[in-house]
C-alpha cells in the first residue's frame, strides 16, 4: 500500500513564504512523476507544479517564478517552495504521485494541507 503524507501548511502573511513537503511511503517500486494541486473554496482542483523523475518542471502560470518544486528521489519526497504568497494562493494543497508498486501503476493523492495568506 502506498501512502502520501503532506505537511507544511499554515497560515501566513502576504508576501510571505512556506514550504510544502510531501512524503511517499510504502511498497514503491519507482516514482514517474509528482506534483502539487490546490483546490480553493467553491473552485476546482488545479494543477500547481510537477516534476517528473528526471527533473523536468511544470508550473502554473499564477505561480511562476514564485514558486519552486523539487524532489529528493533517495527520501520519495516532493517540496513545494512557495515565495511571495498572496491572498489568492490560500487553498488546500494536495500533493499527487504516479507511482509503481510490484504489481500496479497508479495515481495516488495526498490527504491535503492548509495554507492560508491572509494578513
Known amino acids: 500500500q502506498v501512502q502520501l503524507v503532506e505537511s507544511g501548511g499554515g497560515l501566513v502573511q502576504p508576501g510571505g513564504s512556506l514550504r510544502l513537503s510531501c512524503a511517499a511511503s510504502?511498497?514503491?517500486?519507482?516514482?514517474?512523476?509528482m506534483g502539487w494541486y490546490r483546490q480553493a473554496p467553491g473552485k476546482e482542483r488545479e494543477l500547481v507544479a510537477q516534476?517528473?523523475?528526471?527533473?523536468?518542471?511544470n508550473y502554473a502560470d499564477s505561480v511562476k517564478g514564485r514558486f519552486t518544486i523539487y524532489r529528493d528521489n533517495a527520501k520519495n519526497t516532493v517540496y513545494l517552495q512557495m515565495n511571495s504568497l498572496e491572498p489568492e494562493d490560500t487553498a488546500v494543497y494536495y500533493c499527487k504521485g504516479l507511482i509503481s508498486t510490484d504489481w500496479v501503476t497508479n495515481d495516488y493523492w495526498g490527504q491535503g494541507t492548509q495554507v492560508f495568506v491572509s494578513s
Open positions: 510504502g511498497n514503491i517500486f519507482s516514482i514517474s512523476y
Open positions: 516534476i517528473t523523475g528526471g527533473g523536468r518542471t
